[in-house]
């Protein structure tokens, strides 16, 4: 009885621990802030950013996120940023139109900030479960009764 108690007890506690990955809360549902790289800063660029950041930064896109799994199934808040490891630093569109290489209404957004997989996966289920309630199940033919010899 003691070993059970203590398989629950520990069980228990690694499923609140958070995952390698930073998400928060029990393993079924994780919730948090994460970071998509955009791609590295354009040369010319590069050491005025640095300036103001740190040396290495990247071009990234910040964003909070809940979902089941480790699958984002929601995102909201998000933002381009420039980032380095885990630290960001999130950019207005003040600050993306005085770098002066696009247009703040130019940055493209994520395409699983968009459409989260999560969402993607609900979507889809959802739909093939209409298509399969609108299908007529074919009528089977009236089978006679077998009269008997006599």
Known sequence: MKTILFLV??????????????????????????IKDRGELAAELKDMIEA????????GYCYSYAGMFWIDVWTWGGAPCFYKDKRAWKLSDDDIASY?????????????????????FLGSMVLLIGISALRKPEAAAPVEPKQADG
Do not use: D, H, N, W
């Open 9 to 34: 007890c520990a069980l228990s506690l690694l499923a609140i621990c958070p995952s390698v990955a930073e998400a928060r809360g029990i393993m079924l549902v994780t919730y948090g802030e994460t």
């Open 52 to 59: 103001s950041t740190e040396q290495g930064v990247k071009m």
């Open 100 to 120: 002066g290489e696009v247009a703040p209404a130019q940055v493209k957004k994520p395409f699983f900030y968009r459409f989260p997989e999560g969402l993607l």
